[in-house]
């Protein structure tokens, strides 16, 4: 039984969120490459593509913050060093895209999703500006109507404000929505919203395995999401606890758009 029978019997979901680093392109060795360059300029050694692996996934402000703690825990870096790096680090990963791969199976599962009329957006916590960019020249920017970098609204996951946003603007409940992710940050913006939440074990979750964070489904492949689309006796790992698109241009939602929806979203808004 592929995912979508076992989330959404019957049907599928109206609406497709996902992730992007982790989820659908591997940009570690980029995000390294930048570590590494901007680590260097401090006069600092590298960090390596092992230890960034483990410090992505919450937005380059904490990104860069690991870099100069030099692990998980960051609470003792001083706040203009850190502003200071973050400026570094930017200036290089506007250079390092080269390395960014899409993982398998994601351009089948999103054309399929396009082919079904199934709407889809983007929420990713990586900075906007690099955003679009980037799924441009991965060749997958024209399946998302929606898509929001991390510095686009005021919170990030695992807020789910950026969920509630797209739903919002989507007009598509809750229950006829999907996220798919890779991190705690996905699984837990996801559960914050009422939204079920797929999650693939070959992404960065700090480390650890993701079924921990008890998502509704863990796989290793999109295209299991798809009933035929891989070796049927393909293993599906359930966690223990638990319209057709009008076009394809892509919307990216500004912090200005951000004003203007800002009561839409107050009264959904949450806090950890």
Same mark, same amino acid.
């Given at each position: 039984?592929?995912?979508?029978?076992?989330?959404?019997?019957?049907?599928?979901?109206?609406?497709?969120?996902?992730?992007?680093?982790?989820?659908?392109?591997?940009?570690?060795?980029?995000?390294?490459?930048?570590?590494?360059?901007?680590?260097?300029?401090?006069?600092?050694?590298?960090?390596?593509?092992?230890?960034?692996?483990?410090?992505?996934?919450?937005?380059?402000?904490?990104?860069?913050?690991? +870099?100069?703690?030099?692990?998980?825990?960051?609470?003792?870096?001083?706040?203009?060093?850190?502003?200071?790096?973050?400026?570094?680090?930017?200036?290089?990963?506007?250079?390092?895209?080269?390395?960014?791969?899409?993982?398998?199976?994601?351009?089948?599962?999103?054309?399929?999703?396009?082919?079904?009329?199934?709407?889809?957006?983007?929420?990713?916590?990586?900075?906007?500006?690099?955003? $679009?960019?980037?799924?441009?020249?991965?060749?997958?920017?024209?399946?998302?109507?929606?898509?929001?970098?991390?510095?686009?609204?005021?919170?990030?996951?695992?807020?789910? +404000? $950026?969920?509630?946003?797209?739903?919002?603007?989507?007009?598509?409940?809750?229950?006829?929505?999907?996220?798919?992710?890779?991190?705690?940050?996905?699984?837990?913006? $996801?559960?914050?919203?009422?939204?079920?939440?797929?999650?693939?074990?070959?992404?960065?979750?700090?480390?650890?395995?993701? $079924?921990?964070?008890?998502?509704?489904?863990?796989?290793?492949?999109?295209?299991?999401?798809?009933?035929?689309?891989?070796?049927?006796?393909?293993?599906?790992?359930?966690?223990?606890?638990?319209?057709?698109?009008?076009?394809?241009?892509?919307?990216?939602?500004?912090?200005?758009?951000?004003?203007?929806?800002?009561?839409?979203?107050?009264?959904?808004?949450?806090?950890?």
């Amino acid at each position: 039984m592929s995912g979508f029978e076992q989330l959404f019997p019957g049907t599928l979901p109206r609406l497709v969120m996902f992730d992007l680093d982790g989820t659908l392109v591997d940009s570690v060795p980029d995000l390294a490459v930048a570590v590494d360059k901007m680590l260097l300029k401090l006069g600092r050694a590298p960090a390596g593509i092992e230890a960034v692996r483990e410090w992505v996934g919450n937005g380059a402000p904490v990104l860069v913050r690991r +870099a100069l703690a030099g692990g998980i825990d960051h609470s003792k870096v001083d706040d203009a060093e850190a502003d200071s790096a973050l400026e570094i680090f930017m200036q290089a990963y506007a250079d390092s895209h080269g390395l960014t791969v899409v993982y398998p199976g994601v351009r089948d599962t999103l054309k399929w999703l396009q082919k079904q009329g199934v709407e889809m957006a983007l929420i990713t916590n990586k900075p906007e500006r690099f955003v $679009a960019p980037l799924l441009d020249q991965m060749k997958i920017g024209r399946y998302f109507k929606w898509i929001i970098g991390g510095d686009t609204l005021p919170q990030k996951k695992p807020d789910p +404000a $950026a969920l509630f946003f797209v739903m919002k603007m989507a007009n598509i409940p809750a229950s006829q929505s999907l996220f798919v992710g890779d991190s705690r940050s996905d699984v837990q913006a $996801a559960k914050a919203a009422g939204v079920k939440c797929v999650a693939l074990s070959y992404g960065y979750n700090h480390g650890r395995p993701i $079924a921990e964070e008890s998502p509704a489904l863990v796989i290793d492949d999109l295209r299991k999401l798809i009933r035929g689309c891989l070796d049927p006796a393909a293993e599906i790992t359930l966690a223990d606890a638990v319209q057709p698109p009008s076009g394809n241009a892509i919307v990216v939602v500004t912090r200005k758009l951000w004003m203007k929806v800002i009561k839409a979203l107050a009264r959904w808004r949450w806090r950890a």
